[in-house]
């Protein structure tokens, strides 16, 4: 690749989007969907990573909504074509794994925490849950949970990934109060000095 040319349209996505509708209950949305799926084919029935979307250019052989010299065949495409057409005969999205169903949808299981990084600096958060700090390097976290009234320091341990994490124990944090903290990076023998805060806001 050469910075130069654009992407064109996946039609494996229009089949994921077929399955979404599916799972919505709208299953003449998805049947329609798998039109449009088969209608990207080659004149040989196989299917490719990207169609054309521009107007027709009859002199580089490129149709509207046809097979724009991509990979062709696209066994992904062709894999994702098979799964839609199994799940409009069962009526439902036939891969969906029990596990997910079983924890997000029949117990509705929600986090226990929320997780405050370095790139994704959350400022408030619900009561009732823990406050997760997830760090690059070694450190001892530095907390109030009273505006320095009183202070806590906590650890972080590693975890097989590389992580340096720990649960600070702010659960019982009513509403309105604010998380206050900051590191000593222990390998580096330093303080951070920067307090970083997190609101409490209503239970969810």
Do not use: C
């Not at 080659?42 to 052989?61: F, H, S, T």
């Amino acid at each position: 690749f050469d910075g130069t040319g654009q992407g064109r349209p996946w039609p494996l996505l229009v089949g994921e989007r077929a399955h979404y509708e599916l799972a919505a209950g709208r299953e003449d949305k998805a049947a329609s969907l798998l039109k449009t799926f088969e209608g990207s084919a080659g004149a040989g029935g196989l299917l490719p990573e990207q169609v054309w979307d521009g107007p027709d250019m009859p002199e580089r052989e490129l149709w509207h909504g046809r097979p724009s010299g991509s990979a062709m065949p696209l066994v992904w495409a062709h894999s994702e074509h098979i799964k839609l057409l199994r799940s409009l005969s069962d009526g439902a999205v036939f891969d969906i794994p029990p596990q997910g169903v079983r924890r997000y949808i029949e117990d509705s299981t929600v986090a226990p925490r929320r997780t405050w990084r370095f790139n994704h600096k959350v400022r408030t958060m619900p009561a009732g849950k823990l406050l997760r700090v997830e760090l690059l390097a070694r450190a001892v976290v530095h907390w109030s949970s009273d505006d320095w009234a009183t202070a806590h320091d906590t650890a972080t341990i590693e975890n097989a990934f590389g992580i340096h994490f720990t649960d600070l124990p702010v659960a019982d944090a009513s509403p309105g109060n604010t998380i206050v903290f900051t590191f000593f990076w222990s390998d580096a023998g330093r303080w951070e000095n920067v307090d970083f805060f997190v609101g409490i806001g209503e239970p969810d």
